[in-house]
């Protein structure tokens, strides 16, 4: 007989973990210990559900790599006891915190999932519970007896997708992310359907979790814009320590031709700081070369970003250099699809 599975809840914090106490109309913690008597339809699922708690929930906007790395140890300490783990984060820096995870966790081979709420799982209207509910089921799909999903994904109204390719979308929809450049894993409708062809399937299994707990914090974005002067781009490029720069550039990849800002990012990468082109447009790709006003970024060694997101970025960005590649290694690692974030 077949054990049901075994799945590990875990909040940090954000909206989803709050309900309305209606008498001082004021939001409060909701007591996770108490899940089942608030949405009895978990017990439908045929699963174990445990729950962890951080000491002090983290709003979304104190999101930081501590905090990664708490919620990465939490897995880590858990791993050998649960079939999967549905991991409860703010929504507004979701995809950041999502697509870190993805890189942090090597040898992944059971599901991560990340949800959230527009709205208190308290409140009348609320979407927390439908995003809850559908993430643990995820969380518990198995074929064969393994797990159908075994990487990080995110789950948001009716859509799980692969974590490192979303971006949040809308303060106010449900439908708040989106994943333009990769298809969603699944679809959650009348029934729940897996697009088994798109889910990263481990290549050799029972190898044991790694996790990669250092993260170099000193990268910055940094978006052109028309009218950008030298002193900004100056200012940013001399930032001391820095170490990584995500350039968001226009449509294709595109940045100005001015011989001063291709001098400032020149120098910058003799000096060792790692420039990843990534494109201003939530769907689409960097094709460095393509149009005049991309070749030079291409022969003074730019890393192109392709089709990665600008949280995908960072997050690499974060993860090689604190796993302390070599210099003539770089770019041609982080040019490579690693956890699936980017076509190659």
């Given amino acids: 007989m077949t054990k049901n599975p075994q799945i590990l809840l875990i909040y940090t914090g954000g909206t989803i973990g709050m309900v309305k106490d209606y008498q001082s109309n004021a939001l409060r913690a ?92 308290g409140h009348l209207r609320t979407d927390a519970k439908e995003n809850l509910i559908t993430s643990i089921e995820i969380a518990c799909s198995r074929k064969e007896g393994k797990p159908i999903i075994s990487e990080v994904c995110l789950y948001f109204e009716y859509k799980l997708y692969r974590a490192n390719r979303t971006t949040k979308i809308n303060a106010e929809r449900f439908e708040a992310f989106t994943s333009l450049n990769y298809p969603p894993l699944a679809e959650s409708g009348v029934h729940l359907d897996f697009n088994e062809e798109l889910i990263y399937t481990p290549t050799q299994t029972n190898k044991s979790l790694i996790v990669r707990k250092s993260l170099n914090e000193n990268v910055v974005v940094l978006k052109l814009f028309p009218g950008i002067t030298k002193k900004v781009v100056q200012s940013i490029l001399e930032i001391s320590d820095l170490k990584g ?100």
């Fill in 30 to 121: 909701f007591n996770f210990e108490k899940l089942l008597d608030r949405i009895p339809e978990l017990l439908q699922l045929n699963c174990t559900i445990d729950t962890f708690s951080f000491d002090e929930p983290i709003d979304s906007s104190n999101m930081n790599t501590k905090s990664y790395v708490e919620i990465a140890e939490v897995i880590e300490k858990n791993y050998k006891n649960f079939d999967g783990f549905v991991v409860l984060t703010g929504s507004d820096t979701m995809s950041y915190t999502s697509s870190v995870l993805s890189f942090m966790l090597e040898n992944l081979e059971k599901p991560v999932v990340f949800t959230g709420s527009q709205l208190p799982i």
């Fill in 245 to 344: 720069v995500v350039l968001e550039t226009y449509g294709a990849g595109n940045a100005p031709t001015y011989p001063w800002f291709l001098a400032l990012l020149s120098q910058a990468i003799k000096n060792g700081i790692h420039i990843v082109n990534i494109t201003q447009c939530v769907g689409g790709s960097v094709i460095l070369g393509h149009y005049e006003t991309s070749v030079g970024l291409k022969d003074i060694g730019v890393i192109d970003g392709k089709d990665m997101t600008t949280e995908s970025a960072i997050a690499k960005l974060m993860y090689l250099l604190g796993d302390e590649i070599l210099e003539n290694d770089f770019k041609s690692i982080f040019e490579m699809p690693l956890r699936g974030e980017v076509n190659f």
